[in-house]
């Protein structure tokens, strides 16, 4: 078990910079936390490192579930399970289309659907500590 304690944004950022070479030839990233938990945040940080040309693109997928950043050396999909209800809704989202490509996933709320997270995901945990601290945990 890996532990890194966060008191900045860009604490966050750099962290999930030092996370990405893991992630820099594809995979499953599932993130845990609840709202602010900072799960958008460290995405923003893992796209400056994977994909800088895609670093304005990035944003809370909430409503749109799934945002795209295409890179030239990685595709990333970076979703968000919150308003999803079932399956058949992650379904409709091509989620299982995806995977079939060399390509990087990434989900927010992965609590939601624990089913569908592979054996092979780096699963990170995301903990409030006050109001500016985070503690991330890779299991
Ligand atoms: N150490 C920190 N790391 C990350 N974010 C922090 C930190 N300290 C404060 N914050 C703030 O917490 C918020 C994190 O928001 P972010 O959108 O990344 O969370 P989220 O987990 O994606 O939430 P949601 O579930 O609503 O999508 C931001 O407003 C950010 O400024
Ligand atoms: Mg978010």
Redesign the pocket.
Known sequence: MEEFV????A??EKFAETLAERLKNGGYLALF??????????VRGLVKALCPECLELVH?P?FAIVNEYRGSSIDIFHF?L?RLTDEDDLYSTGFYDYGEQKSLIIT??SELFEDIIPENAIRLK?EHIG????RFTVC
């Open positions: 966060s008191f900045s944004v604490d966050t936390g609840g709202m602010g938990a900072g799960k958008t945040t460290f809370s909430t968000d919150y927010e709320w995301i109001e500016n601290g985070r």
